[in-house]
Structures are given as C-alpha cells and as structure tokens.
C-alpha cells in the first residue's frame, strides 16, 4: 500500500531556511515523479515542485523558484524541499504527491505544517 | 501568466446533479492539459478522483464524472449525497514541467 508522510515543519524565521521530508513506503521513489503541493491556511492548493523520475530534472512554481530545491535519496526512499529565504507568503501545509501518467497526482500524504513568522 | 477558473461556490440538493468547471483564463482547455480533479475535506489531504480528464481514480463511485464542456473541464456529480459536501479542486498541466490548480470550489449539499 502506498503511503507517504511528510515531517521537518514548524515555526521559522522570514529570511531563514527548513528542509521538509516525504518518506515513502509501498513503492519505490525512483521509479516516479514526485511533487510538493502546498496549501496556506484557509486558501486552495499550489503546485510548487516537481522531480521526474528519469533525469531528475526539476521544476518550480515561479513563486518558489531560486529559493527551493527539489531532491530525493533513493537510498532512504525519500523525498525532500529544502527550502531557503523563507517569506510569510510560504506559510501553508506542504503535501507531497506522487506523480503518474497523465499529468496528475495519484497519492498525497497527510501534510506538514510550515509557518514563516517573526 | 495561467491562471485556472473554478466557480467559488455552488449548492446541490440531495440527489441532484452539479456540474463544476475548470477554465483557463489564457485558452480553452483541452484534453492536452490533462485536467484531473480532486476532493478535499478540512484538515485531510486531497483524494483523487478524476484524471485524464474523463477516468475515474480507483474506488471512485460512477456518480463522479468528467468531461471537457465547451472551453471549460468539467466535473459532474450525478445523484449527491450528503458526503459529497467538499472542496474540489481541479488542476492542469499548462506547459512542460508547470502544474496550475484551480482556486477550488466549495460545494454544499443541502
């Protein structure tokens, strides 16, 4: 069974750095494409990142992009967001999603809270 | 810049049949844009329900289909019930590597 959870949220700082983790169970991470989506409280979801489960290659929200970074350790059959020069716009819960064929998101995890605040 | 159209709100009585929309503000959408859709209750995380813009994710009951409608992706809900009472969301594939999802609508059942 798939099942993914995310960990690594919490209180920051504007300007300051976190790194969120999806660790993944019922399926190998290499094998897919994987996303980040977040959602800010009491707002709809947002696409941020993606990593393509050939090349790697990633790709960003234009919110996000020069500040996040997108990376697996295959190894740990984990997924990461390293995420830097945090905003209070960047507050949400982040999910991630595992991607499929046809452009969509077939598994979520339940989410981690970030909140970006002095 | 994309930006992705869902209506804020609609109400369906028990029973009836909604249709929900997905447009986008820059061009028709299409089957290319994969349009796929999603349900979300407060505090879970979103379920999937249709992608491809017409097939329906595993354990997805019938009431639930898609469609392209015109200009616009379409979710309708044949028969509501009560725990139909959601958040949904619709999202498309813009262009390589970008994902846009719709602002979502809230729908009620009463």
């Known amino acids: 069974q798939v099942h993914l959870v995310e960990s690594g949220g919490g209180v920051v700082q504007p300007g300051k750095s976190l790194r969120l983790s999806c660790v993944a169970s019922?399926?190998?991470?290499?094998?897919?494409?994987m996303h980040w989506v977040r959602q800010a409280p009491g707002k709809g979801l947002e696409w941020v990142a993606l990593?393509?489960?050939?090349?790697?290659?990633?790709y960003f929200a234009d919110s996000v992009k020069g500040r996040f970074i997108i990376f697996r350790d295959s190894s740990e059959n984990t997924l990461y967001l390293q995420m830097n020069s945090l905003t209070p716009a960047d507050t949400a819960v982040y999910h991630c999603?595992?991607?499929?064929?046809?452009?969509?998101?077939?598994?979520w995890g339940q989410g981690t809270l970030v909140t970006v605040s002095s | 810049q994309s930006v992705v159209t869902q209506e804020p709100s609609f109400s369906v009585s028990p029973g009836g049949t909604v249709t929900l929309t997905c447009g986008l503000t820059?061009?028709?959408?299409?089957?290319?844009?994969?349009p796929s859709w999603y349900q979300q209750t407060p505090g879970q995380a979103p379920r999937t329900l249709i992608y491809?813009?017409?097939i329906r994710s595993s354990g997805v009951p019938d009431r639930f289909s898609g469609s392209i409608l015109g200009n616009k992706a379409a979710l309708t809900i044949t028969g509501a019930q009560a725990d139909d009472e959601s958040d949904y969301y619709c999202?498309?594939?813009?262009?390589?590597?970008?994902?846009?999802f719709g602002g979502g609508t809230k729908l009620t059942v009463l």
């Open positions: 999603a595992r991607g499929r064929p046809f452009n969509y998101f077939d598994s």
């Open positions: 019922g399926f190998a991470l290499s094998d897919y494409s």
């Open positions: 990593i393509s489960y050939d090349r790697d290659n990633s």
């Open positions: 820059s061009a028709s959408v299409t089957s290319s844009h994969s």
């Open positions: 491809g813009t017409n």
């Open positions: 999202v498309l594939y813009v262009k390589s590597g970008l994902w846009v």
